[in-house]
């Protein structure tokens, strides 16, 4: 029995049997029928439950002649990705705030949310940033071919000239492959390393000194979570530019 945080003891001991049933009617056998929710899927049912609850609070006192704070906050948060995606985009860049936004959201609160003690951040395990990484590649190549049509969005990777098709097309495919992975080391990387970083400083000096390390922390992963986004803008552009 793997060492479960106690909101995932909890989540395990209410739907567990639920859950275990579910996988095993999919012939998904999980490998702990006892605690088939992981510490990862629990924090990331927090995750979820929290942004739904400010969203709902930011959406009751939407106010156009007084807005609070957070209403400030998201408003600013839109505008810069929406300023950051029509200079990387273009113009017609307004349909991608929401997903981008989002994403954005999303992974930010992941990774601070292991600062919360008998919590920890579910993209320091690999899954999730694999699940992020998965979900902007999907996105990305599904926009590309709205855009553009399923034809002249696969004529790009058969690259500029015809007779460089046979070697072009290969490179593309590992190249957009090779995406999800960078996406998903850099994310979780940075993020296991600072979880690691932060407990050992606790455990070995717990007071004063460990608050640097908490900062550093944070600033890691506001500037991981803005990475992540910026190249799936970039991946964004690529696919929906008309002129490859």
Avoid: W
């Amino acid at each position: 029995m793997p060492e479960q945080l106690p909101v995932t003891a909890i989540l395990n001991k209410i739907f567990g049997s639920f859950v275990t049933a579910l996988l095993n009617a999919l012939h998904v056998h999980p490998k702990y029928p006892q605690a088939p929710i992981s510490n990862a899927v629990a924090m990331q049912l927090v995750v979820v439950a929290f942004l739904i609850a400010v969203f709902l609070l930011v959406r009751a006192r939407l106010s156009v002649d007084k807005p609070g704070g957070l209403q400030h906050v998201f408003e600013g948060l839109q505008g810069f990705i929406t300023g950051q995606s029509h200079d990387i985009i273009g113009h017609h860049s307004e349909g991608f705030t929401g997903f981008l936004v989002a994403l954005f959201i999303y992974i930010l609160t992941c990774n601070l949310i292991g600062l919360i003690p008998t919590f920890e951040s579910p993209t320091a395990v690999p899954t999730v940033p694999l699940g992020c990484a998965i979900c902007a590649f999907v996105y990305y190549n599904l926009q590309g071919i709205k855009r553009q049509g399923g034809l002249n969005y696969a004529k790009h990777f058969a690259g500029p000239m015809p007779a460089l098709a046979p070697l072009m097309i290969p490179i593309e495919i590992v190249s957009h492959l090779a995406r999800i992975m960078s996406l998903t080391i850099r994310l979780f990387a940075n993020i296991f390393a600072g979880d690691m970083v932060t407990l050992v400083f606790i455990s070995l000096v717990p007071i004063g000194v460990p608050i640097i390390f908490l900062g550093l922390h944070i600033g890691v992963s506001f500037l991981q979570a803005y990475i992540f986004v910026l190249l799936t803008t970039v991946y964004l552009s690529g696919a929906v530019a008309h002129e490859h």
